[in-house]
């Protein structure tokens, strides 16, 4: 009996990965990898817009499988942030998402997060930032993050090279509850990124990062479901202009060269932000 039910259950995991383009992307890791806070009383807003798509997809092993339709999504991450005060920021970040999976397409909004980042050193050499999943989008419709309600905690570093590179990192970890419409809730997840920045010229800003995410094998209505967790690898290469000395806007270009249970997926991201001062 109980491992026709661990069967059942694997069942549902594989329909739910299945039914939902599981590209590799993170709006929480893309949008507050930053480790310096500015000054009290400043405003930033911002927004992107990242198109992907994929016809291949990793499975439990890491081997490549080619999916039934090609799967498209649009998100569209909406970020703002709000210097508390010297060495503390207040963030939002709501995501608008679109899915396609050849079969079925699904929008709507995206799991919500809230947080704060808090500058331990000086100069962005050490920051402590930590965030709430908040689960407004829909698990079923596949437009919200794993799991139910979440927490994300993580220490950001930069450092400047020379006066035309610098490098920054980050490493974190993440939890999520159990899903009350789909009883899962996935394993505890670790996520490194890390950046090279060159300044071409005192408007133009080339990078290239990478993003490593790995989530333990998760659980279906309290049952442990083996080989299902979720990693990948994620490389994006593009450059940001800055239009003012307030405004600036970018352009990136990234792949999924390796993972497990997810798409293999290539994406486009163009952005735009703007800091007000007090």
């Given at each position: 009996m109980k491992k026709a039910t661990v069967f059942t259950l694997g069942i549902i995991f594989t329909l739910l990965l299945f039914t939902s383009?599981?590209?590799a992307w993170d709006d929480l890791i893309t949008?507050?990898?930053g480790s310096v806070v500015g000054d009290p009383g400043n405003f930033y807003a911002g927004a992107m817009l990242r198109y992907s798509t994929a016809g291949d997809m990793y499975d439990a092993d890491g081997e490549s499988q080619e999916l039934a339709d090609d799967a498209t999504g649009i998100r569209v991450p909406i970020f703002g942030s709000y210097n508390v005060m010297e060495n503390l920021q207040a963030f939002a970040l709501v995501p608008i998402v679109s899915m396609d999976d050849g079969?079925?397409?699904e929008s709507g909004i995206g799991d919500v997060w809230?947080?704060?980042k808090y500058a331990?050193?000086?100069e962005g050499l050490l920051a402590i930032r930590g965030a709430l999943d908040i689960p407004t989008g829909d698990d079923e419709k596949g437009l919200g993050n794993a799991g139910g309600f979440g927490i994300d905690v993580a220490a950001l570093s930069r450092r400047k090279l020379n006066d035309q590179f610098s490098v920054t990192g980050a490493v974190g970890l993440r939890w999520n509850g159990e899903d009350s419409d789909t009883e899962w809730a996935p394993g505890i997840a670790f996520h490194v990124?890390?950046?090279i920045n060159y300044r071409a010229t005192e408007k133009v800003n080339l990078f290239a990062n990478l993003v490593y995410f790995n989530q333990g094998d998760g659980e279906a209505g309290g049952t442990e479901i083996?080989?299902?967790g979720v990693n990948w690898l994620d490389i994006h290469v593009g450059g940001s202009y800055h239009i003012t000395e307030v405004c600036y806007a970018g352009l990136a270009i990234g792949f999924t060269p390796a993972g497990t249970n997810t798409n293999s997926d290539l994406g486009i991201v163009a952005w735009i932000g703007r800091s007000f001062m007090r």
């Open positions: 383009a599981a590209f949008y507050t990898q079969t079925d397409s809230i947080g704060g331990v050193l000086g990124r890390g950046d083996t080989d299902s």
